[in-house]
């Protein structure tokens, strides 16, 4: 038995970021994998030396348009350590408001994607419909849908006001509906089963070993969050469980996701009940104290890392982002190889890769390289979608 | 203007390609297709296959990798085509002009027809700088 | 008496003089070690003390020598640092303790230019195939290119 390799290069109709999968295949199933990520290096731990910190910001929330709170919220943590000052409360809790509305909004898309990878059309439009409420929120604090740069080296940018808080305690209650309505949905619809339960299997094992994060780890069943192990801005006040489901595969994503947003509800329903009182932002000098700072933050991916060496000038000495699709990409690679009794199949991958969440995406351009034939032909992701419903059906 | 233009200004058929963006732009093109904003109402639809489209949307500043995927894309359109540069990094590489892997702007490596700007592009801007090509091309015959 | 205090005494009683430098503050330790007691102490960490999870490894070129860095932990981060040497910069690879380290060591491979013994897979990672093998863009010495000049291109 030969093996074929195949390379999946970039391009999704939905969700498009270059990134090259090579696979190996024998037959129909996957026995390897390697990845290519460098259609996405855009040099930006070099280009953060040359800007001050307070000019680093914008570019920083861009780094990744879907988790960009997360970015602007760690980076503004992470120097704000390097200054000696304390941050008023308030900043701390709108902070957390603007994380927790922009986890919604990303573990919605998410589902949206999720079902069209699987080709469940319906429910991607029924999501991205939902997650409009949740834009028009955004816009309305913060004045931006994406890229909101909300989270200010010093506070935040803008106050809530009542009548704001009114409207969004508002649409908590709608998308806590549609919701529960998506969690039975998932939990009961049949295709939706056969498609993902015993897909994509991590041991709990394995994610230990390749030092997974977010809500790949957690749906093998380890309660690792950072929010509750390492805790940042208002989160040691504001309480919330940790969601783990144990099937450890697809199906504990999908489910684990869904319920973290009715935990996000939650948190933003009390944030908004017991919102201290006080001024929103401090003025900071433009120069910081001399010393390395080191900050997690748990993105809507996964646990995200920032690390600053500062010698006392207005901009960085060296700056480092670790974001969490680097550390799943490991566990990645375990969920897509064949393996004694479990087996992967080409009509799988979508659907597995899509289960940690990349903030890489590609085109599905795959390429079959017949080694013994010399033949080459190319089939679009669409077309293995297409094989995959049939094989499954 | 002939029958021919008439119908390529009322059903264009669009594909989007991302040449190293931070994502932003793409998901509201993608909100482009959802219900709140519904670009299908003006005969656009959204095409996984490049030999199939009109129009390619480009976004994202072009990394040094990729440029070679980008040209090779653009050989494969199917004349007449149109290629819009959609958010500041596909017009000038934005926030990440003076990086070491970057070409700044898509107009440094193929030739665009229009311009959208914006950091990400709004959906109604999209909305918007489509139709105003889309008088363009009808005016064109 | 805190919880770093006591773990980093801890450490500091089993490891004594091989900690070269250590510093505190709230649920992050930093440690310095060099290069010889590198593998044994992560090793201490990660199999007595279970701190299995690798955050991320970093590297910073200093004026005399290239630091990297382990950041392990899960609740508390402890960061274990080590010097190399900038004209032939070799450590060994943690793959054989941790396998998720595999690709920041890649990662630090082609940004920095630093080798690990005895990585499994020491391909590139981040830079385009056709990046000269010899350049690496974090290092101090490469320049990034200064204000390219921007064109009008009209319209509405």
Same mark, same amino acid.
């Given at each position: ?74 980076? &503004? ?35 949206? /994607? ?11 439009? %029924? ?14 604090? &913060? ?6 740069? %909300? ?19 508002? &649409? ?72 783990? %489901? ?74 480092? /982002? ?6 799943? @990409? ?42 013994? *034939? ?5 089939? &679009? @992701? ?8 049939? /094989?499954?059906? | ?119 990400? /592009? ?20 | ?9 801890? @450490? ?32 201490? @960490?990660?199999?007595? *003390? ?35 040497? *900038? ?16 690709? %920041? ?52």
């Amino acid at each position: 038995m030969s093996t074929f390799d195949i390379p999946i290069g970039p391009q999704h109709p939905a969700l498009p970021e270059p990134l090259l999968l090579k696979l190996e295949v024998e037959g129909e199933t996957v026995v390897g994998v390697d990845f290519d990520v460098s259609y996405m290096h855009r040099g930006i731990e070099k280009l953060l030396e040359t800007k001050t910190y307070f000019q680093g910001l914008p570019l920083v929330e861009r780094i990744c348009g879907i988790c960009n709170a997360a970015h602007g919220l760690c980076y &503004t943590l992470n120097v704000e350590k390097l200054y000696d000052k304390e941050i008023p409360p308030r900043a701390q809790y709108l902070r957390v408001i603007v994380e927790e509305l922009s986890r919604i909004h990303s573990h919605l898309l998410w589902l949206g /994607v999720a079902a069209f990878e699987i080709g469940f059309n319906t429910m991607f439009m %029924y999501t991205w419909r939902d997650r409009e409420h949740v834009m028009d929120m955004l816009e309305a604090i &913060t004045g931006n849908r994406v890229t909101t740069e %909300y989270s200010q080296i010093g506070g935040v940018r803008r106050d809530i006001t009542p009548e704001l808080a009114e409207k969004l305690l508002k &649409t908590m209650d709608v998308v806590e509906e549609r919701t529960k309505y998506y969690i039975k949905v998932a939990l009961t619809e049949p295709t939706i089963a056969k498609r993902t339960q015993g897909v994509g299997y991590l041991s709990p094992e394995d994610a230990k070993a390749t030092c997974s994060v977010g809500p790949v780890i957690r749906a093998s069943g380890i309660k690792f969050d950072v929010r509750a192990d390492d805790p940042y801005a208002a989160h040691d006040e504001v309480p919330f469980n940790v969601i783990t %489901y144990d099937s450890c595969d697809v199906f504990g994503r999908v489910v684990v996701r869904a319920q973290e947003l009715l935990e996000c509800v939650n948190m933003i329903r009390y944030a908004l009940k017991n919102l201290p009182s006080g001024p929103f932002r401090i003025k900071l000098p433009m120069k910081p104290n001399a010393g390395e700072a080191l900050t997690r933050v748990e993105a809507p991916r996964g646990e995200l890392l920032h690390y600053t060496l500062c010698e006392g000038t207005p901009k960085p000495y060296r700056y480092k /982002v670790r974001t969490p699709t680097l550390a799943n @990409l490991g566990a990645l690679r375990v969920m897509l190889t064949s393996k004694g009794r479990y087996v992967v199949n080409i009509g799988d991958v979508p659907i597995i890769y899509g289960s940690i969440d990349p903030c890489i995406c590609c085109t599905a351009r795959v390429q079959f390289i017949d080694v013994k *034939k010399g033949k080459t032909w190319t089939w &679009t @992701l669409d077309e293995i979608r297409g094989m995959s419903k049939k /094989v499954k059906a | 203007m002939g029958l021919i233009s008439w119908a390529r200004k009322r059903s264009p058929w669009i594909a989007h390609f991302c040449t190293g963006s931070c994502n932003a732009c793409d998901i509201e093109i993608l909100a482009c297709l959802t219900p709140r904003y519904d670009v299908e109402r003006f005969g656009a639809i959204l095409r996984g296959s490049i030999r199939h489209a009109d129009i390619l949307l480009v976004t994202g500043p072009v990394t040094r990798q990729v440029r070679d995927r980008l040209l090779r894309i653009y050989e494969q359109m199917p004349e007449p085509k149109y290629v819009v540069a959609v958010g500041t990094c596909a017009i000038s590489g934005g926030v990440y002009r003076n990086s070491y892997n970057i070409y700044p702007g898509v107009d440094s490596v193929i030739p665009v027809t229009a311009y959208i700007s914006g950091c990400p /592009v709004k959906p109604e801007n999209i909305i918007n700088g489509l139709s105003f090509l889309l008088k363009k091309i009808g005016e064109s015959k | 008496m805190s919880f770093e205090e006591s773990f980093l005494n801890e @450490l500091k009683s089993v490891f004594g003089e091989k900690i070269v430098e250590s510093k505190i503050s709230k649920r992050r330790i930093f440690l310095k070690v060099s290069p010889e007691h590198y593998y044994e102490v992560i090793q201490f @960490l990660v199999k007595e *003390k279970g701190l299995y999870h690798l955050e991320t490894m970093t590297a910073t070129e200093l004026k005399d020598y290239i630091e990297i860095i382990a950041h392990l932990g899960l609740s508390t981060s402890v960061s274990v640092k080590t010097a190399v040497d *900038k004209n032939s910069p070799t450590i060994i690879s943690l793959c054989n303790l941790i396998p998720g380290a595999e690709f %920041y060591e890649r990662e630090i491979m082609d940004l920095m230019g630093v080798k690990f013994e005895g990585h499994p897979n020491p391909k590139r990672l981040v830079l385009p195939q056709d990046w000269p093998t010899d350049v690496h863009p974090l290092r101090k010495s490469f320049e990034t290119r200064h204000n390219q000049p921007l064109r009008d291109v009209g319209g509405e």
